[in-house]
């Protein structure tokens, strides 16, 4: 085994990690270890990511069924309406050049970190749902689908939120149900993609097992790291897997030029501090409406 690909092998440890811990984020790892470490095309590596994702999410379902962490109707749903926009969308990538491609993926990225970073809250009081509206299953279901044929990118961390956030399901069981979602999703946008690039398949079944022992690892740890530092963490981690890949996109003259970087950094140093003062307001106006709430503190 070559040093390269023990590298690729070792590192895909992680993209199970990510999945068996969020329900998401393989993909968002995935892409940049293929082709930056694995030195794979865009495109062959995109593909190669859904294969991955696909494998590791359908072994990371099984421990979250056993405990009824999965509304199988809702994901299921979900599941075949992302999969005809993830077909469409691993189509429709044969005409999109590979450079646009990972742009897209990146900006991808940097959305859906943000999306960590910040966090939302659920409205107290709301009852769980056992299982989502049919309608909004569906629309929802086609436009993640056909962002994950697209670019590779959006499987869980579009479907968790849009199960917990939207859905107001529990987040458990957000991330078993986004796993039955992710799996069907990339197989759809896989089968879009085999129909014009090939695959090295030593490759991905080197990678998918390193992702499935990475997965039932992550599976392991789950609840053991609080939660809000497990996805903050992870959220500027792919801040700055996001913003490598742009990079990678501009000109050698641009990419080498220090006020490119300077400026970068004083847009990361501004979005930590007001993703800070978000975090700690939010606590705040908490206990100012609970304060409100009681009548007051007691005398």
Known sequence: MTAGLALTVGLAVLIGVSLGLLGGGGSILAVPLLVYVADLPPKEAIATSLLVVGVTSAV???????AHRVRWRTGLIFGVAGMTGAYAGGRLAEFIPAGVLLIGFALMMLATAIAMIRGRRAPAGKPVPRELPVLRVVVDGVVVGLVTGLVGAGGGFLVVPALALLGGLPMPVAVGTSLVVIAMKSFAGLAGYLSSVSIDWGLAAAVTAAAVVGSLAGGRLAGRIPEDVLRKGFGWFVVVMGVFVLAQQLPAGLRSNPLLWIGLGLVVAVSVTLTTRHGRR??????????????????
């Open 60 to 66: 990371g379902v099984l421990p979250h069924a056993r």
């Open 282 to 299: 939010a606590p705040a106006a908490e206990r100012e409406n609970q304060v409100a709430g009681h009548g007051g503190p007691p005398a």
